[in-house]
C-alpha cells in the first residue's frame, strides 16, 4: 500500500425512491490495497460495490477513479475494474467461448491463441480443464475461477468482490481468496471485497470498512475495530458467523 | 396493373340471400351449445350480428375509401391505420415500456413506407402509384402484421432482460456496451417471433391454402395467379415481421439503460 488513492468517494449517498439505501459516505481507497467492506445483510454493501464500476451512480456526492469522476469516462472504468458476482455468470457453450463472449468486443482478446487463454485459466488455477470442455459442467468453485479469467482478460487494475465465496464451503471460499491474493501481489490489484463474514475477510483484507444501515460505522485495520468491539456493534457477531461458515 | 386478372366465367358472386343461408351455421351451432348446455347462445347471437353489422358497415366503408382518388387520403389513411396498430400494440405489452408508442409508430411506419412502397412502385406497379385498391388490403396486412410480431418480441425481450439481468450487468462489467450486453436478449426475442414466420414460409400449400389465396380463388381469379400474390404476400409477411422488429428493438433496448450505460433494473421489477 503506498498511500496513492484510486478510489475517491465524496459526500456520496444512493437513494431509491423514498428509502435512503447509502449516507453520506466519504472515504478513499488506495492503490494495492485489498480493502474489505463489511456488514449485515440490507447494510448497503452490494449497493455500494455497485458504485465503483458505476453499474449504478450515487444520487448526491461524487466518485473519482484515478482523480476523474467515474461517470465522466464509464467504459474505461469498467475496463479498468473487474467485478467477481457472488453467481458468476456462465455462459452456455465450452470454456473457450466463455473467454470469447467475454472479450468479444476487444479485438486484442479474440486474436489470443489457444495456449495464451489456457496460460489464463492457469493462472486461476484451472489447470486441469480442457478449453473445449463445457463450462456449465464445472463445479461451483471451478465456475468461480473462470469468472475471474474472464474478468483478467481485461487487465483490471481493480478487483471487486461481491461476496464472492458465500456458496461456496470454508475450504473452497479460502482457495479462492487466496487465489484472489496472490492475484494481487502479482498484477498489483486493488482488491475491493463486500462480505459478511470477517472471520474469512481477516486474513486477507488490510483495511476494513464497517457499515450499517447504509452509513459507515467504523473504518480501520481489523485490529484496530476488534479492540473497538465494532464487528458486534455492527451486528457482525461472531458466533452467528462461524454458523454460516 | 402489368396484368389484368383472369376471371373464371363461372365465379361465384355471393348476393344478401346466399349470406343469409349461411346463418344455418349459427342456428346448428346454437342447436350444439344448447345440447352441450354451454350457456354461450346470448354471446353467439350478439356476435353473429356484430359480425354482419362490423363487415357490412366495412364494405361500404371500403367503396367510399376506394373512390377517394388522392394521394394525401390514401397517406393519411395508412398514417392513422398505423396510429391505431400502434395504440393496439402498446394496449397489449403486459410491462410498461418507457416511449414504446413512439417505438411502434417508427417501426410500423419504417416497413410500410419500404415493403409497401416496394410493392406498389415495383412489384405490382399500380397506377396511380397511390392506387387505395392495392395500397389499403396490402398496408392493412403489412401494418396488421408489423403489430403482432412486434407485440410478441416486445413481450419477449422485457422477459429476456428480467431472466438475463446478471447476465447482462456482468457483461456490462467486462465492458460491453448495452446494446452488445443486451444482443442475446435481442436476438432470442427475434428468433421467438420471427420462426413461426419461418415455418409459415416452409408449411405454406402443404397444409392449409392461405387466406388471400383462398379468397382470390373464391372470387373467380385463375388459381396460377392467385399463387403468385400469395408467393409476393409471404415474403411480405416475413420482412414485415423482421424489419419491423428490428426498428422496433433498437429504439426499445436503449430504454433500458441510463444515459450512464446502466441498466434500469427497477423497470423488470413487478409492481407491489
Not at chain 1, 481485461?154 to 464451503?169: A, F, G, K, M, R
Amino acid at each position: 500500500m503506498n498511500g496513492d488513492p484510486i478510489f475517491q468517494f465524496k459526500d456520496v449517498s444512493l437513494r431509491v425512491g423514498d428509502l435512503t439505501i447509502l449516507k453520506d459516505l466519504s472515504f478513499s481507497v488506495n492503490k494495492g490495497e485489498f480493502l474489505c467492506v463489511l456488514g449485515a445483510s440490507g447494510a448497503g454493501k452490494s449497493s455500494l460495490l455497485r458504485m465503483f464500476n458505476a453499474l449504478s451512480s450515487p444520487s448526491e456526492g461524487d466518485i473519482y477513479f484515478r482523480g476523474k469522476v467515474v461517470d465522466s469516462d464509464i467504459p474505461s472504468v469498467r475496463k479498468n475494474v473487474g467485478v467477481l458476482f457472488q453467481n458468476p455468470v456462465v455462459f452456455s457453450g465450452s470454456i473457450k467461448e466463455n473467454l470469447m463472449i467475454a472479450g468479444r468486443w476487444n479485438h486484442n482478446i479474440t486474436q489470443l491463441l489457444d495456449h495464451e487463454l489456457l496460460s489464463i485459466l492457469q493462472q486461476v488455477g484451472l489447470t486441469k480443464v480442457k478449453l473445449d470442455q463445457n463450462a456449465r459442467d464445472l463445479s461451483g468453485g471451478e465456475q468461480q475461477r473462470l469468472a475471474l479469467a474472464c474478468t483478467l482478460l481485461n487487465h483490471p487494475q481493480v478487483l471487486l468482490l461481491d461476496e464472492p465465496t458465500s456458496n461456496l464451503d470454508y475450504k473452497l471460499a479460502q482457495a479462492i481468496m487466496d487465489l484472489v491474493d496472490k492475484l494481487r501481489k502479482t498484477l498489483d490489484l486493488t482488491i475491493i471485497a463486500v462480505s459478511h463474514d470477517h472471520l474469512l475477510m481477516r486474513k486477507y483484507a488490510q483495511r476494513v470498512i464497517l457499515l450499517s444501515k447504509g452509513q459507515i460505522v467504523d473504518e480501520g485495520s481489523f485490529k484496530a475495530l476488534d479492540k473497538r468491539q465494532a464487528f458486534d456493534k455492527a451486528g457482525l457477531n461472531e458466533d452467528e458467523v462461524q454458523d454460516e461458515t | 396493373m402489368k396484368m389484368r386478372c383472369k376471371m373464371r366465367p363461372d365465379f361465384y358472386v355471393l348476393n344478401w340471400s346466399d349470406v343469409l343461408v349461411s346463418l344455418v351455421f349459427i342456428a346448428f351451432s346454437i342447436i350444439l351449445i344448447k345440447k352441450w348446455k354451454l350457456g354461450l347462445e346470448k354471446t353467439l347471437l350478439i356476435g353473429t350480428f356484430r359480425t354482419f353489422i362490423q363487415l357490412t358497415a366495412m364494405g361500404y366503408v371500403l367503396t367510399w375509401f376506394f373512390d377517394q382518388q388522392h394521394w394525401a387520403f390514401m397517406l393519411s389513411l395508412l398514417m392513422i391505420m398505423i396510429m391505431i396498430a400502434s395504440f393496439e400494440g402498446t394496449r397489449r405489452q403486459k410491462k410498461d415500456i418507457p416511449h414504446f408508442f413512439p417505438a411502434m409508430l417508427v417501426s410500423l411506419t419504417g416497413s410500410a413506407i419500404f415493403i409497401l412502397g416496394t410493392i406498389m412502385l415495383f412489384i405490382l406497379d399500380v397506377k396511380p402509384w397511390y392506387s387505395p385498391y392495392a395500397a389499403i388490403p396490402i398496408g392493412g396486412m403489412i401494418i396488421g402484421n408489423g403489430l403482432n410480431s412486434t407485440s410478441l418480441t416486445a413481450n419477449r425481450f422485457v422477459a429476456e432482460l428480467k431472466h438475463r439481468e446478471k447476465e447482462i450487468e456482468t457483461l456490462l462489467s467486462l465492458g460491453a456496451s448495452p446494446k452488445q450486453a443486451v444482443y442475446d436478449a435481442m436476438k432470442a426475442s427475434m428468433h421467438a417471433s420471427l420462426i413461426p414466420n419461418i415455418n409459415g414460409l416452409m408449411t405454406v400449400g402443404l397444409v392449409q391454402l392461405p387466406g388471400v389465396m383462398t379468397g382470390q380463388i373464391l372470387a373467380g381469379i385463375d388459381p396460377i395467379i392467385a399463387v403468385r400474390y400469395q408467393i409476393m404476400i409471404m415474403y411480405m409477411w416475413f420482412t414485415t415481421a423482421a424489419m419491423a422488429n428490428m426498428i422496433m428493438l433498437a429504439i426499445v433496448y436503449r430504454q433500458f439503460f441510463t444515459k450512464k450505460m446502466q441498466l434500469r433494473r427497477e423497470l423488470l421489477r413487478e409492481k407491489a
